[in-house]
């Protein structure tokens, strides 16, 4: 079974602070995504990863970066968290090339800015 | 507009019935369907998925898609309390890098 855990399932920062939210896969996939979920806009893509140290940006990556230095290992980073970032955090997997693009999601990390 | 839509309900119906999900898209490129399901405070999980036109039956889900009219449905039969959840459909075509575009997710509930 594909597995993909994040670090924390809920978080409460401060406005300004710097937050970091860790994912880990175990399947040795080569992409990997970030995606944050509100209620009525679905899910929106960050930032993705096809390979280790390879980063592009999704639909909304302002606010946001991504380290990929290690292959199960995708972060994503709130430079100074903002009110308007408390959301639902999903990150992803996929096999590079596989037919379907099937994604497989960690649990999800709740983020509270305050 | 966006890419895919879908409507976000909530649909609540009664513990048997069969229930309709329904998705429409733009990119006539789009080549895989799939349905995720995700549980409250969970993440999604891929429930089907389909390539082209046509049906998928897995137990009591169907799959079904119609490129001619850019249509996708997600159809339950028997429905169970255990299905109340948010089904989000998504899609892709070959050349989108392992991309998935979804659907704004339609919350379920289905009451004994």
């Known amino acids: 079974d594909v597995k993909v855990t994040q670090s924390s399932r809920y978080l409460v920062k401060r406005t300004g602070e710097k937050v970091f939210l860790e994912c880990v896969q175990d399947?040795?996939?080569?992409?990997m995504f970030w995606y944050r979920q509100d209620p009525g806009l679905g899910l929106r893509l960050i930032y993705f990863?096809?390979?280790?140290?390879?980063?592009e940006k999704g639909d909304i990556p302002e606010g946001y970066s991504v380290s990929r230095e290690k292959k199960e290992r995708f972060s994503l980073i709130l430079e100074s968290a903002s009110t308007n970032q408390t959301s639902m955090y999903l990150c992803a997997s996929s096999v590079v090339q596989s037919r379907t693009d099937t994604q497989y999601f960690g649990p999800g990390t709740r983020l509270t800015v305050l | 507009q966006k890419e895919v839509e879908q409507d976000p309900g909530p649909l609540s119906v009664p513990e048997g019935a069969i229930v309709s999900l329904n998705c429409t898209y733009s990119n006539s490129a789009f080549q895989y369907f799939m349905w995720y399901r995700q549980y409250s405070r969970k993440g999604p999980e891929l429930l089907m998925y389909?390539?082209?036109?046509g049906n998928k039956e897995d137990g009591r889900f169907t799959a079904q898609v119609d490129k001619s009219s850019k249509y996708i449905s997600l159809f339950i039969r028997d429905s169970q309390p255990s299905d109340s959840a948010t089904y989000l459909c998504?899609?892709?075509?070959?050349?989108?890098?392992?991309?998935?575009?979804f659907g704004q997710g339609t919350e379920l509930s289905v009451k004994p």
């Open positions: 990863s096809y390979d280790v140290k390879m980063k």
């Open positions: 389909t390539y082209s036109s």
């Open positions: 399947m040795d996939h080569e992409n």
């Open positions: 998504a899609m892709s075509h070959y050349n989108q890098g392992g991309k998935l575009i």
